[in-house]
Nanobody, 119 residues
Framework: QVQFVESGGGLVQAGGSLRLSCTASGSAFSRSAFGWFRQAPGKQRELVARISTGGNIIYADSVKGRFTISRDNAKNTVYLQMNSLNPEDTALYSC?????????????WGQGTQVTVSS
């Protein structure tokens, strides 16, 4: 199992930006694909961005053009740069190992980091 520590969330006004970080444990980081997910109250968890071992990326339509996922294998860290935030982006954001093509994970979840966007 891989464990994650997410950080970088907070309260931001609409139109603002945040950069989330996710540091993973273990030595298999460079051989894994990762995804950033979010879950708003009363809604299902949504995969918003994923990145493969080779740097291929898929975004959900809801964040395309505004969010950027990246990875630093030397630091065992995945990032999510979020620009032009709007209140609909308010959610608990978490990262996890994913099957890149299926977009699913069976790994336990970490604590996540809360993002709140005020109008």
């Amino acid at each position: 199992q891989v464990q994650f520590v997410e950080s970088g969330g907070g309260l931001v006004q609409a139109g603002g930006s945040l950069r989330l970080s996710c540091t993973a444990s273990g030595s298999a980081f460079s051989r894994s694909a990762f995804g950033w997910f979010r879950q708003a109250p009363g809604k299902q968890r949504e995969l918003v961005a994923r990145i493969s071992t080779g740097g291929n990326i898929i975004y959900a339509d809801s964040v395309k053009g505004r969010f950027t996922i990246s990875r630093d294998n030397a630091k065992n860290t995945v990032y999510l740069q979020m620009n032009s935030l709007n209140p609909e982006d308010t959610a608990l954001y978490s990262c996890n190992v994913v099957n890149y093509f299926a977009g699913i994970t069976t790994n336990p979840w970490g604590q996540g980091t809360q993002v709140t966007v005020s109008s």
